[in-house]
């Protein structure tokens, strides 16, 4: 008998072991205070704002802005002038007789088109509803950038 009394209390200390091994932790909790930025690098690095100066800020937005800008502005005249003389070439073509389109089934397929789009897009609006929101928070974070970027996408595209 005393020795079943043994054997249940070294049995019931076991399981209490085995109960505090584990600790309950709060992800929530643990996520605000444990960036994964500073585990991967350091403390030092947290948002942008934090790092710099404001007038630095602005001049590294501004200065991406307007690469992005100047880019945007040269890739889309060069896009431009591809599509519209792509249709100018078939235009003369197709008025020189060199080539027939078929003009109805143009419409039936882009109309089918548009459909698969419209299917798709609602398909895609949660995903597309989460970066839109990401990137808003993004920008709310980062506004000195972000306002600098702006301005700077503009000058860029001005130029």
Known sequence: MAEQQQHSRAASSAQDDEDEAYEMVDLTTYARTHQWWST???????PIAEKYSVATQIMMGGMTGWCAGYLFQRV?????????GGFLLLQIANH????????????????????????????????????????????KKNIVVSSGF???????LAS
């Open 40 to 46: 991967v690098f350091g403390n030092n690095s947290g």
């Open 96 to 139: 020189s007789g060199y080539v027939q389109v078929d003009w109805k089934k143009v419409e039936k397929d882009v109309n089918k088109a548009k459909r698969r789009l419209k299917k798709k897009a609602n398909k895609a609006a949660p995903e597309i509803n989460t970066f839109i929101e990401e990137a808003t928070e993004f920008v």
């Open 150 to 156: 702006v301005g700077g996408f503009l000058l860029g």
């Open 76 to 84: 889309g005249k060069i896009a431009a002038t591809a599509v519209g």
